[in-house]
């Protein structure tokens, strides 16, 4: 009996499709056919990227970092085969990595992670998005002035009329990129 409902279970899950709304049942997303991951609208919230003190030597493509091997000049960097920094600025961070958890106290090893969207992935990440037809929405506000304490490594979209763009925090300074 056991084996007969751990199939039917396991059958069920791998034909499932799901999507992730954090913060809200309703997201940003109208139509959520092609979403994996979706966030809360008018939360002045944004997603923050893993602070590393040494940068991958290999990482997957698409791979988002706070570059923290410097405590003092800290950049938001994303690899496309090689590391683009979108940050163009220094931070100094080197007070917030005193509070944060290093990987020996957390035991961690480099094959964990999160996966959304599949099974199972190659990639190396901590939250890692594997669809090939499916993308991840970013946290979307008005204005980062909107944000009330940002912390070093966020990311949102601000949705601005005149001034929609991408916008990076090093821990100092926001970052914009348009589309």
């Known amino acids: 009996m ?10 069920i899950t791998l034909f499932s499709n799901a999507q992730i709304i954090i913060g809200d049942a309703v997201g940003t997303s109208t139509i959520k056919t092609s979403v994996l991951l979706d966030f809360a609208p008018n939360q002045n919230k944004g997603l923050i990227l893993p602070y590393v003190r040494t940068l991958p030597s290999s990482p997957t493509e698409g791979t988002l970092v706070l570059d923290a091997t410097d405590g003092t000049k800290a950049r938001v960097k994303y690899y496309n085969g090689s590391w683009v920094d979108l940050s163009g600025q220094d931070a100094a961070i080197t007070s917030t990595m005193a509070t944060q958890v ?26 890692v998005l594997e669809s090939t037809t499916k993308a991840m929405i970013l946290p ?23 001034a929609k ?6 821990g100092s300074k926001w970052s914009f990129w348009k589309p």
């Open 2 to 11: 056991k084996a007969i409902l751990s199939t039917i279970f396991i059958g």
């Open 102 to 127: 290093t990987v020996a106290q957390l035991a961690e090893t480099s094959s964990e992670k999160i996966i959304i969207g599949a099974p199972s992935s190659t990639a190396n990440g901590v939250v």
């Open 140 to 162: 979307i506000v008005q204005d980062v002035q909107n944000i009330p304490s940002p912390s070093p490594g966020m990311m949102v979209y601000v949705n601005k009329a005149g």
């Open 165 to 170: 763009r991408l916008a990076v925090f090093n």
